[in-house]
């Protein structure tokens, strides 16, 4: 089932097309990695979605255009946290995220206990009970950065749109937070569509994935949505890198350039493919 649907999606500024005729179907329970170049329009595509910036083309979520949907109905249908989400001064933890359910409440109405309760679960859920009643000027980047993840989950959104969300993050919580926010996901059928530069969480956590290409802040357009294999395999040989991961025991590995291994790997055009037995090949 299709719940995400952009149909030729562009976005002109002056005789610049940032984003140039996207079209792209997202199923129920997919997380789809958005990859490719600073400029090439990532963000751009994110923007519109969370109605942000205009666009020619249509987008729908299950059924619905979010053109014709004003800013709380589409909040409902779609959570997007910004590379750089806004702090509002002197507020805690715990009342940021539970902004998450404000497109949910009545008009001028006010937080039950179910909404405090399902602060309380997803703040457990993700390791994060002990940041709860401190103020969002305290917290480290990473913490923010978790924070604002959150918030965003508690939209109880259909779709999630997520700018880099492991920005600012050491790479062990980055990798517990992309499996939380995956479970989270799909434990709920909902989608995910995630800019990420780290190839080592886009491999982890995705499903498939959109990518971009373009002239940085000139032009920019996006591949069909590919399966992960396909899609990794096509990303990394733009960027000329080849990479293996065990199938048994997940451990990534990126190939020095000009090994034995990276060598074969590229004229056999394999740029990224799972191994079942452990790797030894001597790096040359």
């Not at 059928?189 to 499903?207: C, E, F, M, N, T």
């Not at 373009?214 to 890198?241: D, H, Y």
Request: charged share 25%; net charge negative; hydrophobic share 35%.
């Amino acid at each position: 089932m299709n719940l995400c649907v952009a149909k030729e999606v562009s976005v002109r500024v002056g005789e610049i097309s940032i984003l140039d005729n996207i079209s792209v179907s997202i199923e129920a329970g997919e997380w789809v990695s958005v990859v490719g170049p600073n400029g090439a329009g990532k963000t751009t595509l994110l923007s519109v979605m969370a109605g942000l910036r205009t666009a020619s083309g249509s987008i729908s979520i299950d059924g619905r255009d979010l053109k014709e949907l004003n800013p709380r109905e589409r909040a409902r249908l779609l959570a997007y946290v910004p590379q750089h989400p806004e702090i509002p001064p002197g507020m805690k933890v715990d009342s940021y995220v539970l902004l998450g359910r404000t497109p949910h409440l009545p008009f001028l109405g006010m937080e039950g206990p179910e909404d405090f309760r399902l602060v309380e679960q997803v703040l457990e859920q993700f390791d994060l009970s002990t940041l709860g009643q401190r103020t969002l000027e305290s917290l480290s980047g990473g913490e923010l950065q978790k924070v604002a993840v959150l918030t965003c989950l508690m939209r109880d959104a259909d779709v999630y749109a997520l700018d880099e969300p492991s920005a600012f993050i050491d790479i062990e919580d980055r990798i517990v937070l992309a499996r939380g926010i995956n479970r989270f996901v799909k434990s709920q059928g909902k989608s995910a569509l995630v800019v990420d530069h780290d190839i080592q969480l886009v491999d982890i956590v995705s499903d498939s994935l959109l990518i971009f290409s373009g002239q940085p802040g000139i032009s920019g357009t996006a591949s069909k949505l590919m399966n992960k294999e396909e899609g990794m395999n096509t990303f990394l040989q733009n960027l000329g890198v080849t990479y293996r991961r065990d199938i048994d025991t997940g451990r990534p590995r990126v190939n020095k350039t000009g090994s034995k291994l990276d060598r074969k790997q590229k004229d056999e055009k394999t740029y990224y493919y799972l191994t079942r037995e452990p790797q030894k090949a001597q790096q040359e």
